[in-house]
């Protein structure tokens, strides 16, 4: 048993040579040897002893963390009938920096019937000293941890818990940001354990102010009294909405960034690679640069891997990033004091919008059409007093690295992942289908209106690093494999950022090999100190969304209302797949369509839903560049975007078979394709239910409503469903059946709304599979 437990296998299938757990490269081959810790969701039982070897490969560490001694084979994965129990984990893995991914399920026999326990990856796992087993342990509460935190990481932490609030509360596990044992932090970073069962009530803001509130006693000095004045604000339902506890939070986290003394270095380096005849990438500050500055708007930092081969992938990835440069250079007219953070956000897409359209012009001014059409992806950062801003499309990545971790910032515009967000399958099974790792949106290969740019920010405490890369360093898991031997040292101030730069193109090229690469590091150091003084107090005031705009956003030749900012990729609506096990990654997801960035709708033949086709636009494959398929441009409409019921509607849902639905009076639905109208009125309008009028007791007929029937015969929508009604009947209601809700029904809608709202990836029928020439897909 003692010689099992210190046995790691070698992921590489030729060789499997077992390996002391202490090393980090396999004794024969020099293979990576990854350690996989895992965490097990027991529900309270005990899976065994310390040194125990589950199902012939999970060692156990301590208590319900195991260590996965053959990484290279695929571990035993849910069934599909059993992904409902777990879809919180898929559609939310665009925040995975905070929640854990599901790796795989272990068999475990009780005695009288086989049980499977949840294993999860990435979980708050504290490794201290590998080889002694008791020095793996979890991270520290959140509760524990935050007497010892200095103002700037405490404001930082309930910053975080802000904006995963709608998210998870959107999905039914909001109840675990109120739980002291899930909820974990690492370093600057708050991690959830796992998700508790799914929430039979939700949670309200009322809930968190009084979940902080027993954080006050610990709050240092100079926040103490800011964050006091936050919960009550919260317990009192002055704040409604988690935007306005961001934008709060925000005013604080500024005034206690100018304690902050931060300094800035970038690297950047460019290579073809050894198999390439030419370099499609490109970069900004241009290859080979080392630059120091403080974090403002000229510290902007690019990666571009350009896709079309000759004369195509090079020029669309110069032109975007001389594009995107030129547009930024607005920004540093303003000083970063009075720069708002979400317009920011909203300057970087439509900057990447612009790049996107001036590649496009010229792929049709140069009339490229299918395998000439050129186009690129595209990462982003730019650091701005005390926050860094990322904007990212396509599958060129972000890395955060601190003394904690590395952690993947970006999640790849690609089938899997997009299958994963769909809740359809794990990762680890959709990157083994076919055309897993095809991009599903590039810069240039359609109009701004269907191009949907990722835009987050991260507050900044300590000193880290961001690695932006293409692929030729990112695929088969490099940056995890290498980040601690040979990015962590900069951090210990063991090395310099040129020799780290060099050491990353010489990993891509001598382990990887395939592809052109390109690396940008940006050192982030900062000097923190406490402030003497107190915050400024709370000023409702900042309970107001701003609509004022940023000096770059009067620059940009985008129209405002033409996009709208996405933080994170969209949760989608809970839609069935239809002969799913036909057409394991598209079958479904044909059905999706988003809209206007911020906004989306499902896009349907006429009579119901797509069954057992693939979409008539192709599916491109690596020799093959994309073919771009332009929507239909959106005719402006004065429908309303929110309105009530004022009598019982039936509506039918978007599952698969569709079902009849009832929606009570007093019902408040938002319009899930404000702006467009359709001309055919057999064609179908979207809807989400906001909240819901009178209890199912309550409900009666109404006769005059030739589309209202008895509750009897139908169930009753719940809260969050999408569902959906021709056309032609919802106009007809429009003079008998609906009403627009008051301004505190509105506002309740909105709030509700603002986590499925933001900003899903187009769907291949609106944007096809895009392979990049000679990509190769991930391998995880």
Same mark, same amino acid.
């Given at each position: 048993?003692?010689n ?15 390996n002391?757990?202490?090393?980090n ?8 040897l990854p ?7 027991t ?19 301590n ?35 905070h ?13 009288q ?16 000293d590998i080889?002694?087993?008791?020095e ?5 509460e ?6 010892d ?22 999905e ?10 899930l909820?974990?932090?690492?370093g600057?970073?708050?991690r ?22 027993q ?8 926040i103490?009294?800011?964050v ?21 939070l925000?005013k604080?986290?500024?005034?206690l ?13 460019s290579?073809?690679?050894?198999s ?7 970069c900004?500050p ?5 630059i ?9 930092t690019?990666?571009?891997?350009g896709i ?6 090079n020029?669309?990835?110069?032109l975007?990033i001389e ?9 540093t ?20 919008a ?5 590649i ?8 490229r ?30 890395y ?5 971790g ?12 997009r299958?994963?967000?769909l809740g ?14 095809s ?6 290969m ?22 932006l ?6 695929d ?8 601690d ?11 310099d950022?040129a020799?780290?730069?060099?050491r ?13 690469v390109?690396?940008?590091l ?13 915050l400024?107090?709370v000023?409702p ?14 620059t ?11 933080q994170?990729?969209?949760v ?8 799913r ?14 809209l206007?960035g ?10 119901g839903?797509l ?5 008539d #636009?192709?599916?491109?494959? !690596?020799?093959?560049?994309p073919? *771009?398929?332009? $929507?239909?441009?959106? /005719?402006?409409?004065? =429908? ?18 569709p ?14 394709q ?7 009125p057999k ?7 906001c909240?819901?009028?009178?209890e199912e007791g ?7 409503n030739p ?6 015969k ?27 809700p ?5 506002n ?9 709202? #933001?900003?899903?990836?187009? !769907?291949?029928?609106s944007?096809? *599979?895009?392979? $990049?020439?000679?990509? /190769?897909?991930p391998s =995880?």
């Amino acid at each position: 048993m003692e010689n099992d437990a210190a046995t790691l296998y070698c992921p590489n299938e030729n060789c499997q040579a077992p390996n002391p757990l202490t090393h980090n490269f396999c004794q024969r081959c020099s293979t990576p040897l990854p350690k996989r810790f895992l965490w097990a969701v027991t529900d309270g039982m005990s899976l065994g002893e310390k040194g125990d070897i589950l199902d012939d490969r999970y060692l156990v560490i301590n208590k319900s963390i195991l260590l996965d001694t053959k990484p290279g084979f695929l571990p035993q994965t849910p069934d599909p009938e059993k992904l409902q129990a777990i879809r919180p984990y898929l559609r939310l893995i665009s925040y995975r920096l905070h929640i854990p991914q599901v790796y795989g399920v272990l068999p475990i026999f009780d005695g009288q019937q086989e049980q499977e326990i949840l294993l999860l990856e990435k979980s708050p796992i504290k490794i201290t000293d590998i080889a002694a087993l008791s020095e793996v342990d979890l991270c520290s509460e959140f509760t524990s941890a935050w007497r010892d935190a200095t103002s700037m990481r405490q404001l930082n932490w309930l910053w975080q818990i802000a904006h995963l609030w709608q998210p998870l509360v959107s999905e039914g596990v909001g109840s675990s940001l109120l739980n002291s044992h899930l909820l974990r932090v690492e370093g600057s970073l708050v991690r959830l354990l796992e998700f508790p069962s799914q929430d039979a009530a939700l949670p309200n803001l009322s809930e968190l102010g009084e979940f902080w509130q027993q954080l006050l006693p610990g709050a240092k000095p100079a926040i103490a009294e800011f964050v006091g004045e936050i919960c009550r604000c919260l317990i009192d339902q002055e704040i409604k909405a988690p935007e306005q506890l961001i934008r709060v939070l925000d005013k604080g986290l500024a005034e206690l960034g100018q304690t902050q003394s931060p300094k800035i270095t970038i690297a950047t380096k460019s290579d073809t690679g050894p198999s390439r005849q030419r370099n499609e990438d490109a970069c900004y500050p241009q290859s080979g640069s080392i630059i120091s500055k403080p974090p403002h708007t000229s510290a902007l930092t690019i990666v571009c891997d350009g896709i079309g081969g000759h004369e195509g992938g090079n020029v669309a990835s110069n032109l975007a990033i001389e594009t995107i440069q030129h547009q930024v250079q607005e920004l540093t007219k303003v000083p970063h004091d009075h720069i708002d953070p979400i317009l920011l956000l909203e300057d970087l897409q439509r900057a990447a919008a612009v790049a996107n359209d001036k590649i496009s012009q010229r792929n049709d001014s140069e009339s490229r059409q299918g395998r000439q059409r050129m186009g690129t992806t595209l990462v982003m950062a730019l650091p701005v007093g005390h926050e860094i801003y990322i904007a990212h499309v396509g599958d060129s990545r972000a890395y955060w690295i601190t003394p904690y971790g590395c952690y993947q910032v970006t999640l790849d515009d690609d089938v899997a992942s997009r299958e994963v967000r769909l809740g359809y399958a794990i990762y680890r099974d959709a990157v083994q289908q076919g055309a897993s790792g095809s991009l599903v949106q590039a810069l240039g290969m359609s109009p701004s209106s269907s191009l949907h740019p990722s835009a987050e920010r991260f507050i900044l405490d300590e000193d880290c690093i961001f690695l932006l890369c293409s692929d030729g360093l990112s695929d088969f898991d490099r940056v995890e494999q290498y980040w601690d031997t040979e990015i962590l040292p900069l951090l210990q101030a063991k090395t310099d950022i040129a020799s780290i730069t060099d050491r990353l193109i010489e990993i891509a090229n001598t382990v990887n090999g395939h592809d052109n690469v390109t690396v940008a590091l940006v050192h982030y150091q900062v000097q923190y100190s406490e402030p003497e003084t107190k915050l400024a107090e709370v000023s409702p005031e900042l309970f107001n969304i701003p609509t004022v705009r940023n000096s770059l956003s009067q620059t940009l030749q985008v129209k405002p209302e033409s996009f709208s900012y996405n933080q994170k990729t969209q949760v989608m609506p809970d839609t069935a797949p239809s002969k799913r096990s036909q057409v394991p990654l598209q079958l479904v997801i044909l059905s999706v369509l988003v809209l206007l960035g911020g906004f989306f709708g499902y896009l349907l033949r006429q009579g119901g839903f797509l069954k057992g086709k693939v979409p008539d #636009s192709p599916t491109i494959t !690596s020799t093959n560049p994309p073919v *771009t398929v332009t $929507p239909p441009p959106p /005719v402006a409409s004065d =429908r309303p975007e929110i309105i009530q019921a004022k009598s019982e509607i039936s509506f039918s849902t978007t599952t698969s078979p569709p079902k009849a639905v009832l929606v009570p009076a007093g019902s408040i639905l938002r319009i899930e394709q404000p702006g467009i109208e359709q001309t055919n009125p057999k064609s179908w309008i979207y809807l989400r239910v906001c909240s819901l009028g009178a209890e199912e007791g309550t409900l009666s007929t109404n006769p005059s409503n030739p589309l209202s029937t008895p509750i009897a015969k139908k169930p009753l929508a719940k809260h969050g469903d999408v569902v959906r009604m021709q056309l032609a009947n919802f106009n007809s209601l429009q003079n008998t059946s609906i009403s627009t809700p008051t301004p505190e029904g509105i506002n309740q809608c909105l709030a509700s709304n603002t986590a499925v709202t #933001s900003g899903e990836k187009p !769907s291949i029928e609106s944007n096809p *599979t895009l392979v $990049p020439e000679n990509r /190769v897909p991930p391998s =995880r």
